[in-house]
């Protein structure tokens, strides 16, 4: 799975979660630059993402994401030694 | 979790066409909510569902709940809505404002006065309980601390009753204590698991006394393990004490306790026999080569459902038996079977034959006389299920899996029979149906109606409430569907009111017969009105289906009348207020010669009569009178 393969599928839970299909992720996006995406929505994103990817973020690590893409290539860590 | 559901085949697909204009949305996401959701699922049905208004469309009910919480808890929201719909019911879910749940309830300005809610669940963490009380502290300083914070809860209960007359709901507290000494925390009583734990205990207590329903997580999360209920994460960065992964299961597990509440739980388990009561098929490999009984796995499988179905009997759920058989076959394993633990007179409804088992479904519901949405389905063959389903989705079947080991534990899971209730009326419900099959052979024989009235020797045992009898009552005004011309429920403390009121008339009706006792089958609640001193109110008749077509509802209002002339009453008032099941009634009060009030319509159908108790001319039946 590549880092784009990931971002796809982050902006499809996303998508789901906020029932906005206008919404396309990238790599460099920051939360506040998508419609809705507030503080409680995030925490749903990241459970959401949890169990679609079936990996486990630190607190550390959930609350310092700087970016989508920093989300992307922790997914791509925790699951490439698989 | 929530495997009972079955997978939702293409619920993005499914969902979108619910959302199409033209179509039946509310209906369409009712039948997804029959499945197995996952989180994100659950959040996108619940937005769908949108917000709900006060009114209930057909088939469906309504309620308003307000959770109060120590935690944040909007994240459960959605999978309460969700299961809710689940089960028709139509939930205005609001949350409290984080940790004021005392304000809430104790200041007459807060958003839940405004808010009126019928329901009001407590979800509240143990930190605050135990935080004060020292590991030092010995038994009684223990038992005293936790004490306090219970009668704390209890002024709180009794103020979410007093202010909204709501029923409420108090969770069961979550044990996400760490060990700290290890096995030896049991034995410290100021140990925090500990501490915790003596705190559930407690709790039970006081709701047992209170009249208050426990929504029971710590239980729940003792059956899926407390990963799967609390994650540490999801408490540091939000306060959310339940894990979001739980929340279809916590929402579930709310959603019987309401609908419980409301009187919409199954009332009946239909069994299939083949490969579901026992092992094999008993028209292939007869009575000796069906797998059952104590010496193989699989046979102690089968007997363990068989064992929870009979105990399921004996807290007041109607078993029958619904299978593709020879009849003659089937009933003798029943009657032969050395290993059989159900027996043939454990089962109100047996069909046994080759016709469709969504027809017999029908069959069994008529014949036990209770709405077809009452009864659950269990059949190991998927093709079956899939069938039934398809054919009449207001049956539940749970999805059982493939492993017969598992069955009891599937069927249990799914908690179709949440009670909120338990009285000696229950344990007797299976005698009492079975009784009803003895009556319906004397019926067959009898010449005409009447004769078969006349014989059955009837009595109605008859008087006011009897303290004994308030919790059956509620029970009966809480789950009656069908006989019930108002369906206004009304809570234990309601009634226990009714009776404490000078002013008001309650009556009770038992029936007996030749067959036996049919228990506590009817109440009325006569109500003056302040207007009208010579008046009376109807405001809940109810009686069980096991009872109807025995004129009971004649001798009952003769005795209504009578007992209210003696009260110098004058008048009756009742309405009729239809909703999906009580049709039976519908008829009810110009049958009894009341007459159709002329003043502007009421809402929703409604239909208001009157009786002038001085033109009422007795009814005559074969019931004779024995006064409690």
């Known amino acids: 799975m590549t880092d784009q393969d990931i971002v796809n599928g982050l902006t499809r839970i996303l998508r789901d979660l906020l029932s906005d299909d206008s919404i396309v992720l990238r790599m460099e996006t920051k939360r506040d630059e998508v ?3 507030d503080s409680f929505a995030y925490v749903s994103f990241i459970v959401a993402v949890e169990i679609e990817f079936g990996v486990k973020f630190g607190v550390a ?3 310092s994401f700087p970016n989508v893409g920093a989300i992307a290539r922790r997914i791509s860590a925790i699951l490439l030694p698989r | 979790m929530m495997d009972w559901l079955p ?64 935690a944040t808890v909007d994240h459960l929201v959605p999978a309460i809505r969700v299961s809710g719909l689940r089960r028709r019911l139509l939930l205005d879910v609001h949350v409290g404002p984080y940790g004021q749940y005392r304000q809430q309830l104790l200041e007459a300005e807060s958003l839940l006065h405004q808010l009126r809610p019928q329901i009001v669940v407590l979800s509240l963490t143990a930190r605050e309980a135990i935080v004060a009380v020292p590991l030092t502290a010995t038994s009684a300083e223990a038992d005293a601390a936790i004490g306090r914070s219970i009668d704390e809860l209890r002024m709180l209960w009794r103020k979410a009753r007093e202010t909204f007359h709501a029923t409420v709901i108090q969770q069961t507290f979550l044990n996400i204590a760490e060990p700290l000494f290890g096995s030896y925390d049991r034995l410290v009583a100021g140990a925090p698991a500990q501490l915790i734990a003596h705190l559930n205990e407690q709790l039970s207590l006081a709701a047992a006394e209170d009249g208050v329903l426990l ?39 709310l959603a019987r306790v309401i609908a419980a ?19 094999g098929v008993i028209g292939d490999d007869g009575p000796e080569g069906i797998i059952l009984g104590e010496g193989t796995g699989t046979g102690e499988a089968h007997l363990a459902l068989q064992r929870y179905a009979k105990q399921l009997r004996e807290r007041g759920v109607i078993l029958a038996v619904c299978s593709k058989n020879d009849p ?62 398809q054919s009449l989705p207001m049956v539940a079947v749970p999805e059982l899996p493939a492993d017969a080991a598992q069955y009891v534990r599937c069927l249990a899971d799914a908690g179709y029979f949440e009670s909120v209730f338990f009285t000696a009326d229950d344990s007797r419900r299976g005698e009492q149906y079975s009784a009803n099959a003895s009556r319906e ?60 009121s000078d002013r008001c008339l309650p009556l009770q009706f038992r029936l007996v017969d030749r067959f036996g006792d049919n228990g506590l089958v009817s109440a009325m609640i006569l109500r003056p009105d ?43 008032r009742a309405d009729y207020i239809p909703t999906s099941k009580n049709g039976v009634v519908r008829d009810l009060y110009s049958a009894l010669g009341f007459t159709l009030a002329q003043e502007p319509a009421l809402q929703d159908g409604a239909k208001r009569w009157f009786l002038q108790l001085s033109d009422y001319v007795p009814h005559s039946t074969h019931i004779a009178r024995r006064s409690e």
Not at chain 2, 220 to 233: K, M, P, Q
Not at chain 2, 360 to 372: C, K, S, T, V
Not at chain 2, 451 to 459: H, P
Not at chain 2, 470 to 494: M, V
Request: hydrophobic share 45%; proline share 4%; glycine share 6%.
């Open chain 2, 261 to 279: 509440q409301r009187g919409l739980s199954k009332k009946c388990l239909v069994l299939d026999l083949d490969n579901t009561l026992w092992g």
């Open chain 1, 35 to 37: 419609a809705n995406w």
């Open chain 2, 530 to 572: 302040p207007q009208a001193p010579d008046l009376i109110e109807i405001d809940t008749w109810v009686m069980s289906c096991r009872v109807f077509g025995r004129q009971l509802e004649w001798e009952a209002m003769n005795i209504a009348v009578e007992t209210a002339c003696r009260m110098g009453v004058r008048r009756f």
């Open chain 2, 328 to 389: 003659a076959v089937a009933e003798a394993v029943f009657r032969d079977h050395p290993e059989m633990l159900l027996r043939r007179a454990d089962i109100a409804a047996f069909v046994a034959n080759w016709e469709d088992k969504s027809a017999n479904l029908r069959r069994i519901a008529e014949q036990l006389n209770i709405g077809i949405e009452s009864l659950v389905f269990v059949d190991d063959n998927p093709a079956e299920r899939a069938r039934v389903r």
């Open chain 2, 7 to 70: 997978a939702a085949q293409d619920f993005r697909g499914c969902l979108r066409l619910a959302l199409e204009p033209s179509s039946n949305r509310l209906e369409k996401l009712a039948a997804l909510a029959q499945h197995k959701l996952g989180f994100l699922e659950t959040i996108q049905l619940d937005r769908a569902l949108g917000p709900v208004g006060a009114e209930s469309p057909q088939g469906f009910s309504s309620g308003r709940v307000a959770i109060l919480a120590s």
């Open chain 2, 215 to 253: 929504l029971d997580i710590a239980r729940a999360s003792e059956r899926d393990g407390l990963d799967a209920w609390f994650d540490v994460t999801r408490w540091l960065q939000a306060k959310m004490e339940i894990a979001p992964r739980a929340a279809p299961v916590y929402g579930d597990l």
């Open chain 1, 61 to 63: 690590e959930v609350e």
């Open chain 2, 441 to 500: 052979v004397f019926l067959e024989s009898s010449q005409s109606m009447d004769d078969f009235l006349r014989g059955l020797d009837m009595s109605v045992i008859f008087g006011p409430f009897q303290t004994v009898d308030l919790a059956r009552i509620a029970q009966l005004i809480g789950k009656t569907n069908q006989f019930n011309p108002t369906t206004r429920r009304h809570s234990l403390e309601d009634v226990a009111r009714f009776v404490a």
